[in-house]
């Protein structure tokens, strides 16, 4: 089944703590992106990748980084986790770069951070 | 940077009654798309404008996107309970992904 998996979907952890969360598709995407979801806010896009080894900013940088060694797995990382980092993240990928050709983006289930 | 507008931000129907939302952009799209995020889950892909003055339709669904390339809407025709849920728009531009903030769909039976 063609998807969109990030672990964990849920975790709350305290200030500081450095956290990883994962993200994983099947679909072979060049694209890829996270995006954190606040009430009232919308979707705002932290980092993307348009393949291996290439990452940008999005509009919500700070506080995160991310990697892509490998097409499949782009993780999130937060390296001191701080309680304005409390969201919903979502991951998400794309077959072709965005604003290039057919674009749909597959999301994965979300992961609920909370950060004490 | 580009910012994407998107209104009204709750919309509450009668089942039957017609819903639109509405989508602007501060720069020139080069494509917009509308995603669905239904209660507790996750955004899913609807559908994709990228020609000036485009309209799509699927079932009761139609999309447009204007002709400057610069706002689209969603418009709903007779809604039904499954219509629930928030819907965004998302204007792409160079692998940079901006949503708007949804409208949120309640539908009272």
């Known amino acids: 089944e063609a998807q969109v998996t990030q672990n964990p979907r849920y975790l709350i952890t305290v200030t500081g703590k450095k956290l990883t969360v994962t993200c994983s598709q099947n679909?072979?995407?060049?694209?890829m992106s996270w995006y954190r979801q606040d009430p009232g806010l919308g979707l705002r896009q932290i980092y993307y990748?348009?393949?291996?080894?290439?990452?940008d900013k999005g509009d919500v940088p700070e506080g995160y980084k991310v990697s892509r060694k490998e097409k499949r797995n782009f993780p999130l990382i937060l390296e001191s986790p701080s309680p304005n980092q409390t969201s919903l993240y979502f991951c998400?990928?794309?077959?072709?770069?965005?604003?290039?050709?057919?674009?749909?983006?597959?999301f994965g289930p979300g992961t609920r951070l909370t950060v004490l | 940077g580009q910012q994407v507008m998107q209104i009204p931000q709750y919309q509450h129907v009668q089942e039957g009654e017609d819903f639109t939302t509405y989508c602007n952009s501060s720069t020139t799209l080069s494509n917009i798309q509308w995603y669905k995020q239904r209660p507790g889950g996750h955004p899913v892909f609807l559908i994709q404008?990228?020609?000036?003055?485009e309209v799509k339709k699927q079932k009761r669904l139609t999309f447009q996107f204007g002709e400057a390339k610069k706002n689209s809407s969603l418009h709903i025709t007779a809604t039904q309970t499954t219509d629930v849920g928030t819907y965004f728009c998302?204007?792409?531009?160079?692998?940079?992904?901006?949503f708007g903030d949804g409208t949120t769909l309640t539908v009272k039976p």
């Open positions: 998400a990928s794309s077959l072709f770069p965005t604003g290039d050709g057919y674009n749909e983006q597959f």
């Open positions: 679909m072979n995407h060049e694209y």
């Open positions: 998302a204007g792409t531009n160079a692998g940079k992904s901006t």
């Open positions: 404008l990228v020609k000036s003055g």
């Open positions: 990748s348009m393949n291996v080894e290439v990452t």
